[in-house]
């Protein structure tokens, strides 16, 4: 959400400006100066803890010498800043106006005062940079090079100042690259004839931005060969380095300000040939909504404990996030980095108890539980199943194939074929059905995959064809098909479970009381395996039947064997032991590990929310659950006598009130704020990953870095530009970013009067 300006005649915001806002401060006499300064007659009955949180005013206001940086990526005010510089008189042009800022009228003895103050002001201010000046004359005496002036006082020379906009030309050329996803590298040598040079795309938007009249480049480069790269591979990679951080920084200082947070990772994902790690973080920001940001890509390690300690370190040291204030981890990964990332969460549990480990509210818990199986049979059982979905997904033509397929199947029960043919249409892997809706479908998919891949008339690519043919043998496979059955029936017991965790906040609630029926549920199928394991296996019989597939022991194990073979070992006691027993086991205890007495204890917490409360006719016990966030209560002395207040607002509301049926409409209630407890035990709640983002613009994170990595090629990505691409409407500094790089960088900067760029020592040329 922007910020507005709140000084009069002022219309600047911060999603339109580059400039930094600034905060009321919290010290009653400082604000009151603020105040008075502004002139507005609305801003005076309000407290300080009021202006602070809700009113800000943008650096035009402020002298240059009252702003300096607090960090490389921090621009803040000094503790004795006041605004002086407003405009008081513009909105006299414009009497009608409906918008504009109330102004306050002063009298005259206002205006003396004023006055006074600001003679007052100025004679100090004089005063002290007269001490200043005889402090630097004396140190000047005793210390060479007048080590004690400030950096501030010394205005920069004119070479200096071509400097800093050289640097600012290449900074908006960087970030427009990464907004507007354009890759860095242009034609590759393989791509042109000999002798022929090309520029990358930076330098080629360099030399549109000369050709369209910018003067600072064109004075630069007007003497070099159009031969030579303009600026180094080097010198963009640590210019882009410096962007993303600037631009993180803005996200992680809303998360300081916000305290608690949960972290969520993605899937492991290519980037330009390595892996890495997308990393979320949920908080909920000033305006009481709950948002779900990328803010980087973690370089993925093979050693689950070394991956532990360097994803610490990145979120502690690198992005200075305390962990303290964690209270939720998941991560969405495939099979293969499941049980690594498992590795992660347990080590930091032992450091932070209540980063509490949780299931991510964007994976359906039957997908999420598939994945984590530690069975490569159902590893690759879920990578044909996506290939599967991303074959027909990509081919228009073969989802129609697919429908007259399933029309020709279907034909005694068409409801059950339009169903399955508007699955088809969808990302069904990721269902809480996705193995049922698969086992529906297989007979349709293997017909249609056999008749595209058989087909003689020239009616299917090569690719389609080739990738048709290799699916239908492997869902054809007696080792996939058991695999399916047998999940399809195991994750049964989960299914509504499941659902339930992603529907409304009173399901969430229901949900996690149901938790001991569903262990005891899977208990009841682990005491009784036999009985079970003979239905499910005599169902993926029948299926292999009708597919026309031999039933036999996978090739491998066969192999394996050589002149050992046991021939009592048949199929049903081999996937028996081999898939029903420990998958099962891993359910189970996956179960427990995820619902752990604290995520269930913080759960029970969702009775605070008004409709669950009245679902359980208002009689509810929080203070026996919140415990575990009692130093994280402004009052926790009061906690008690504020929930029963909470409980008697709600059980005595009027007629025509609803009760508010989620966390995000309890956190934008008007009287929130005098439930203090309340509200810090729902922001709390509401960043769980378990938790879903009511307001899907504040949950676009994931929707962005999801369509970054879709439309670009896995040689194209960068993990700064995709930072640019993904939270483009981030304001950033340029000026800042100049800064920076002409401190961290002080040797690459020194401007040459041969007009040879300043990294002439890591230019190439391609002559």
């Known amino acids: 959400m922007p910020n507005f300006c709140a000084a009069p005649n002022c219309t600047r915001k911060s999603t339109q400006s580059d400039l930094a806002f600034f905060r009321f401060p919290r010290d009653p006499a400082r604000c009151q100066r603020w105040v008075e300064n502004c002139r507005r007659a609305d801003l005076e009955d309000k407290t300080p803890d009021q202006l602070n949180k809700h009113y800000r005013l943008c650096a035009k206001h402020f002298e240059t010498s009252m702003i300096c940086r607090s960090s490389p990526y921090r621009t803040v005010l000094r503790d004795n800043a006041v605004p002086t510089i407003f405009d008081l008189t513009s909105h006299l042009n414009k009497p009608h106006s409906r918008y504009r800022k109330r102004i306050k009228e002063l009298s005259e003895d206002e205006i003396r005062t004023l006055k006074q103050q600001k003679i007052d002001e100025a004679f100090e201010q004089q005063q002290g940079t007269q001490e200043c000046n005889e402090s630097n004359a004396q140190n000047a005496v ?272 068409e409801e059950k074929g339009n169903e399955l043919k508007q699955i088809c249409r969808s990302q069904w892997t990721g269902r809480h059905d996705t193995f049922e809706v698969l086992v529906d479908l297989m007979q349709a998919l293997v017909l249609c995959l056999d008749a595209v891949s058989s087909d003689t008339t020239v009616r299917w690519n090569n690719f389609i064809a080739g990738r048709a043919f290799v699916l239908s043998s492997a869902l054809t496979d007696f080792d996939f098909i058991v695999t399916i059955v047998i999940m399809k029936n195991l994750l049964s017991f989960t299914r509504a479970f499941g659902r339930n965790l992603q529907g409304q906040t009173s399901d969430v609630f229901f949900a996690a009381g149901s938790l001991t029926a569903v262990l005891h549920s899977l208990n009841e199928v682990m005491e009784h395996i036999e009985v079970y394991h003979e239905f499910w296996f005599e169902e993926a019989t029948n299926l292999a039947t009708k597919l026309d597939v031999q039933i036999k022991l996978p090739g491998k194990f066969r192999r394996a064997q050589q002149g050992d073979f046991d021939p009592d070992i048949t199929s049903e006691n081999y996937y028996k032991e081999i898939l029903s027993v420990p998958t099962l086991e891993h359910i189970i205890q996956e179960l427990k590990d995820i619902f752990s007495e604290q995520h269930l204890k913080a759960l029970k917490c969702l009775s605070l929310v008004p409709s669950v409360m009245g679902q359980l006719k208002f009689n509810t016990s929080e203070e026996h659950h919140a415990d575990m966030f009692k130093n994280d209560l402004p009052n926790p002395d009061t906690l008690s006598a504020e929930l029963h207040c909470w409980r008697i607002k709600w059980k005595h509301r009027g007629k025509d009130i609803e009760l508010p049926a989620t966390i995000y409409e309890a956190l934008h209630l008007p009287d929130i704020k005098f439930f203090p407890n309340v509200y810090a035990l729902l922001k709390v709640l509401c960043i769980l990953p378990l938790m879903k983002v009511e307001n899907e613009k504040y949950g676009i994170g994931r929707k962005r870095l999801k369509a970054y990595l879709k439309n670009t090629l896995t040689e194209h990505r960068s993990s700064n530009l995709a930072l640019l691409n993904i939270n483009f409407d981030i304001k950033h500094d340029l000026d800042l970013m100049v800064d920076t790089y002409i401190k961290l960088y002080p040797d690459k900067v020194e401007f040459h009067q041969d007009g040879i760029p300043p990294n002439s020592s890591e230019v190439t040329e391609n002559a």
């Not at 006082?153 to 071509?162: G, H, I, Q």
């Not at 908080?283 to 940001?293: K, Y």
């Not at 991303?390 to 034909?411: G, K, M, Y």
Request: hydrophobic share 40%; aromatic share 8%.
């Open 142 to 413: 005793s210390e060479e090079g007048g080590q004690g002036q400030e950096e501030e006082a010394v205005p920069l020379t004119l070479e200096e100042r071509e400097n800093k906009d050289y640097l600012k030309s290449l900074f908006e050329i960087l970030i427009l690259m990464g907004k507007q996803n354009i890759p860095l590298d242009g034609h590759t040598v393989d791509e042109l004839p000999e002798g022929i040079f090309a520029s990358d795309n930076f330098q080629a938007l360099l030399e549109y931005r000369i050709n369209s009249g910018d003067e600072v480049l064109r004075k630069r480069f007007e003497m070099t060969a159009v031969n030579v790269e303009y600026c180094s591979k080097t010198q963009q990679k640590q210019m882009l380095e410096i962007c993303e951080n600037c631009v993180r920084e803005e996200t992680l200082r809303e998360i300081r300000d916000s305290h608690f947070f949960s972290i969520v990772t993605d899937d492991v994902v290519d980037i330009a040939g390595e892996e890495h790690l997308p990393v979320l973080v949920r908080f909920v920001d000033d305006s009481h909504n709950l948002r779900e940001e990328f803010i980087g890509f973690l370089p993925y390690e093979a050693d689950p404990e070394m991956l532990a300690v360097k994803f610490h370190a990145t979120i502690t040291e690198k992005w200075g996030l305390n962990m303290e204030y964690c209270r939720g981890q998941a991560y969405i990964v495939s099979s293969g980095f499941a049980s690594k990332m498992k590795v992660v969460a347990t080590r930091l549990l032992e450091k932070y108890p209540q980063a509490v480990y949780t299931l991510c509210s964007s994976c359906a818990l039957n997908v999420w539980l598939a994945k984590s199986v530690p069975v490569v049979g159902v590893s690759i059982a879920l990578g044909t199943m996506e290939e599967v979905c991303r074959l027909f997904n990509q081919s228009p033509q073969l989802l129609v194939e697919l429908d007259n397929t399933i029309s020709a199947l279907f034909q005694d029960n």
